[in-house]
């Protein structure tokens, strides 16, 4: 099992920079890949981004890429997701996630997931 504590989130205006951190836990020795994903109230949970655990190879959603940086720290056990020019449709909660399965496209599932932080964007 995999335990995953996200941290970060807040109020920020259209433009501005929010950096969220996701702390994994316990069995850290199975994880293949984190990721972060995200639900606004009314839609469906969403692909936001995802590195793999030993590669650091990254992945990231057309509505994200160029804003959106993810990064890892194996030592740590640490997932990071910097957000640059937050617009208000990047309003919601976002949710850290950890793959044990070794899945080729991590956006198709995720095993462990964190309770979830909110990020609220003003216009």
């Known amino acids: 099992q995999v335990h995953l504590v996200e941290s970060g989130g807040g109020l920020v205006q259209t433009g501005a920079s929010l950096r969220l951190s996701c702390v994994a836990s316990e069995d850290t020795d199975n994880i293949r890949a984190m990721g972060w994903f995200r639900q606004a109230p009314g839609k469906e949970r969403e692909f936001v981004a995802a590195i793999t655990w030993s590669g650091g190879v990254t992945l990231y959603a057309d509505s994200v890429k160029g804003r959106f940086a993810i990064s890892r720290d194996n030592a740590k056990n640490t997932v990071n997701l910097q957000m640059n020019s937050l617009k208000p449709e990047d309003t919601a909660i976002y949710f850290c996630?950890?793959?044990?399965?070794?899945?080729?496209?991590?956006?198709?599932?995720?095993?462990?997931w964190g309770q979830g932080t909110q990020v609220t964007v003003s216009s």
């Open positions: 996630a950890a793959d044990t399965a070794g899945r080729l496209n991590p956006t198709e599932g995720m095993d462990y």
